[in-house]
C-alpha cells in the first residue's frame, strides 16, 4: 500500500499561484498512476491532472479542460512524488485538494485510485 502525504495550498487572491505537493512511502510509487482531484462539500471528486507512468522513466500528463494552460503536474526524478503547479488561479479552483495514486484506468474518475492523501484546502477570494 502506498502512503500519501500532502502540502502547500492556503489562501491566495485570484490571479495568484500556488505550489501543491505530494510525497509517497511506503511502496514505490514510480509505476503509479498519480493524480490530483479536487472537491468541494456536498459535491463529487473531480479530476485535475495526472501523471501515468509510460514504462521505463516516460511520465505523461493530462489534464482537466477547466486547468489546462494554467496547471503543470510534474512528477520527481524517483516517480514518488508529485507536484501541482497552479497559475492564474481563479475562485473556482477552490477546493480540497487530493493527491491519489493507483494502478486501474481510467485515471480520470476516483475509483482507479486506492491511495488517497489528506487532502489540502485551497482558497482562491479578494
Known amino acids: 500500500q502506498v502512503q500519501l502525504v500532502e502540502s502547500g495550498g492556503g489562501f491566495v487572491l485570484p490571479g495568484g499561484s500556488l505550489r501543491l505537493s505530494c510525497a509517497a512511502s511506503?511502496?514505490?510509487?514510480?509505476?503509479?498512476?498519480m493524480a490530483w482531484f479536487r472537491q468541494l462539500p456536498g459535491k463529487e471528486r473531480e479530476f485535475v491532472a495526472a501523471?501515468?507512468?509510460?514504462?521505463?522513466?516516460?511520465?505523461?500528463?493530462y489534464y482537466a479542460d477547466a486547468v489546462k494552460g494554467r496547471f503543470t503536474v510534474s512528477r520527481a526524478n524517483d516517480g514518488n512524488a508529485i507536484d501541482l503547479q497552479m497559475y492564474r488561479l481563479k475562485p473556482e479552483d477552490t477546493a480540497i485538494y487530493y493527491c491519489?495514486?493507483?494502478?486501474?484506468?481510467?485515471?480520470?474518475?476516483?475509483?482507479?485510485?486506492?491511495?488517497w492523501g489528506q487532502g489540502t484546502q485551497v482558497t482562491v477570494s479578494s
Open positions: 491519489a495514486a493507483g494502478l486501474k484506468r481510467p485515471f480520470e474518475i476516483p475509483q482507479s485510485y486506492n491511495s
Open positions: 511506503g511502496r514505490t510509487a514510480s509505476t503509479y498512476a
Open positions: 501523471n501515468t507512468w509510460g514504462g521505463r522513466k516516460t511520465y505523461y500528463e
